[in-house]
């Protein structure tokens, strides 16, 4: 009886000992995959499924040569040049991760690494196998308890095996909750299955998490995205990605088809161009504003009527070449006559007019504008233009004039726009735009993690209420393409104002009364031609014809109104100055 005794004694001292060793040192998470065993509160989770053809395509790559005088991503360099280093000198980890995945999550408080090790599971207790290991490669390693368990602690940070899964992390506590398997995330299940020959790179992220990663005011309408999914491949021609955002309503539950239309009017000097429609903007526009800053929305339209929102088709364009400036498309080429103007002077026969817009595009268009006001506005048709500067406007109406576009010399006129929310472009090359949206020690940081690319695209189209679709490419600089020179490209101070003598409010406009004193025709002349808006007026001040020449011809929509201010005739103009069509309404 003793014996027997005794001997289940023994027996659980060993299950018990067992159990201590096998959560100490060999316990495998609860989960079989990488991506099943991530801890949540992360910020962002990056998964390669093939840890040695994600290398191979990033080697392989212009962002290999890029990295190492990044100054931005100066740590991502470093565990490169690690990476190179011990799959060189250790050629047992090459053999393990060939063919098997890598898993980056990046928390606020550290960074935790996920390999997919299978060899593990033939090792058993690793203990041995990693003294064996110090001491072949002379590595200064030592074994440490942390919260309940076993750590290798290295020069740079903790390791430890958990089943088939090597766990890495310079924080010993993002291991612990790694370790224990608790409050796990849950990651798309399509990951298991995401093929290694088309997939270099699985990210996931949110809205929220991106702006704690880059902190930006214009990035504040990505607030409202509750997740986002890309896809990521490294290819001969650049980056592409692709992917789908959960929104959690915001600004993109009034957004509509973008009018990839828009780079036809902007300069060939564009640098930047972001293209969206507003949906009604009437109601949705000054719902959302007003849903904001109520207080903020009444003041600004004591100050420009209540008109303005439905004045606008919705589509809207933000544009930057030296110098930022918004496209407004209207319903109608009915001149706006909302704003209060501080002055008005004339360029090529079109008045450019200082307004004051009480704060309007910073509650429109978001934080990044709260300095635009007062603003420069011209209006040419259809089409409303405002900037924080005259320069812009001017460099607008000689491209609008001249029809010289942004297509001449980019591939945007190749994006997808049947079912487009928003359509971007920007110039790699030479990105002036980055002087106008970050500060002065951020830009050259920004602008070197560009260096590698010529151009970016993206388009943003709507899967359903609740879910957008997007596409980014970034395509590789070319030896033949040179990086811009290093003299800081921020734009310099605005000149004063001068006009050539033809564009002097006293030589250009021209105006002609009737004997009782009303305006009978107002009109500019450039050249001895008429250039841009021309109005007549009956004897009692209504409207009696309003148009638009170009160079002596007129373009354009005409129309003609009786004495009461009805509209009876409307007549289209081509650019060559031929009468196309003539309706009566």
Not at 41 to 62: E, K, N
Not at 220 to 232: C, F, K, N, P, V
Not at 300 to 306: F, L, P, V, W, Y
Not at 332 to 343: G, N, Y
Request: proline share 7%; with cysteine; net charge neutral.
């Amino acid at each position: 009886m003793r014996r027997i005794t005794a001997g289940l004694l023994l027996l659980l001292i060993l299950m018990l000992g067992g159990m201590w060793m096998y959560k100490r040192f060999m316990r495998a998470p609860l989960r079989p995959s990488l991506w099943q065993n991530v801890p949540a509160g992360f910020l962002l989770v990056a998964y390669t499924p093939s840890f040695s053809h994600t290398w191979r395509a990033f080697r392989h790559s212009p962002l290999a040569a890029y990295l190492p005088r990044s100054p931005h991503f100066g740590e991502l360099a470093h565990m490169a040049h690690t990476w190179d280093s011990i799959l060189h000198s250790v050629p047992e980890i090459e053999k393990w991760l060939t063919g098997h995945g890598l898993l980056i999550v990046v928390y606020p408080e550290g960074t935790l690494y996920l390999i997919d090790a299978p060899f593990l599971e033939e090792i058993g207790d690793w203990r041995g196998e990693m003294q064996r290991l110090a001491t072949q490669y002379r590595w200064q390693v030592e074994l440490v308890d942390t919260h309940g368990y076993s750590l290798w602690k290295l020069p740079q940070g903790y390791l430890v095996p958990a089943g088939r899964i090597l766990a890495y992390s310079k924080e010993p506590a993002l291991l612990s909750r790694f370790l224990t398997g608790e409050n796990i995330a849950s990651l798309p299940a399509e990951w298991g299955t995401a093929l290694m020959d088309n997939t270099n790179l699985l990210l996931l992220t949110s809205g929220k998490a991106l702006l704690h990663l880059m902190p930006h005011p214009m990035l504040a309408s990505i607030a409202s995205w509750d997740t986002l999914r890309l896809e990521i491949q490294l290819t001969e021609e650049g980056i592409q990605a692709s992917g789908h955002v959960k929104t959690n309503g915001g600004v993109w539950t009034y957004i509509d088809h973008a009018p990839a239309s828009f780079a036809d009017l902007c300069p060939p000097s564009t640098t930047a161009l972001v293209i969206t429609r507003w949906t009604q903007p009437e109601s949705s526009l000054s719902t959302y504003i007003r849903a904001h800053n109520p207080q903020a929305i009444t003041q600004a339209e004591s100050q420009i009527g209540h008109t303005f929102f439905s004045k606008l088709t919705g589509e809207v364009g933000f544009i930057q070449g030296q110098y930022p400036y918004i496209l407004h498309r209207l319903r109608s080429d009915e001149p706006l006559t909302t704003f209060p103007k501080i002055t008005t002077f004339l360029y090529r026969g079109y008045a450019i007019s200082q307004l004051r817009l009480g704060g309007l595009l910073r509650w429109m268009y978001g934080k990044a504008f709260a300095q635009w006001d007062p603003v420069y506005a011209v209006q040419i048709g259809e089409w409303f233009v405002c900037a924080p500067n005259f320069a812009p406007l001017q460099e607008w109406i000689d491209a609008f004039l001249s029809r010289q576009s942004l297509y001449s010399h980019t591939a945007f006129k190749g994006f997808p726009n049947k079912k487009s929310v928003a359509l971007g472009y920007m110039d790699c090359q030479n990105p002036q735009w980055l002087y106008t949206w970050v500060s002065d020690s951020t830009a050259p940081r920004v602008k070197e993690d560009l260096s590698p690319f010529s151009q970016l695209y993206f388009v943003i189209e709507r899967s359903d209420s609740a879910h957008l679709a997007m596409n980014l490419t970034l395509p590789w600089r070319t030896e033949a393409l040179p990086m811009e020179s290093d003299t800081p490209a921020r734009p310099q101070p605005l000149p004063k104002l001068k006009f050539s003598e033809e564009d002097t409010l006293q030589d250009g406009l021209r105006e002609e009364y009737y004997p009782n004193g009303v305006v009978k025709r107002r009109y500019t002349l450039v050249d001895a031609q008429m250039e841009g808006e021309y109005t007549e007026y009956h004897p009692n001040g209504i409207i009696k014809v309003h148009g638009f020449y170009e160079q002596g011809r007129k373009v354009g929509k005409w129309r003609y109104f009786n004495s009461k201010g009805e509209l009876f005739r409307e007549e289209m103009w081509s650019r060559e100055g031929e009468l196309s069509t003539a309706v009566a309404p």
